[in-house]
């Protein structure tokens, strides 16, 4: 119904940046939110950052002021800058859409299949 596939991680230094991106296809009308969770060994997954189809913004505490998401719609793909980047945002990245308007059926959420980050120090 629907698929995401993300790209983008990697390593990277302490300090560094990188840029996620994920594209979601498949028979549906809307997504719509978009957004990015991670989660790093032994720890729960966490919300990173939100984005609702006009542009509405909802980020986690740790993540304030150095990671900024973005969405293009036309391509149904959302987008994830990290800046500053420390070893404590190591964790696999998921990508998600969720109240997605599919072509038949309810609306339904979606996960990708996650891409790692890791920051050395």
């Known amino acids: 119904q629907v698929q995401l596939v993300e790209s983008g991680g990697g390593l990277v230094q302490d300090g560094g940046s990188l840029r996620l991106s994920c594209a979601a296809s498949?028979?549906?009308?809307?997504?719509?939110?978009m957004g990015w969770y991670r989660q790093a060994p032994g720890k729960q997954r966490e919300l990173v950052a939100t984005?609702?189809?006009?542009?509405?913004?909802n980020y986690g505490d740790s993540v304030k002021g150095r990671f900024t998401i973005s969405r293009d719609n036309a391509k149904n793909t959302v987008y994830l800058q990290m800046n500053s980047l420390t070893p404590a945002d190591t964790a696999v990245y998921y990508c998600?859409?969720?109240?997605?308007?599919?072509?038949?059926?309810?609306?339904?959420?979606?996960w990708g299949q996650g891409t790692q980050v890791t920051v050395s120090s």
């Open positions: 998600a859409a969720q109240n997605v308007l599919l072509s038949s059926g309810p609306m339904g959420n979606y």
């Open positions: 984005i609702r189809r006009r542009g509405l913004t």
């Open positions: 498949g028979n549906f009308f809307t997504i719509n939110i």
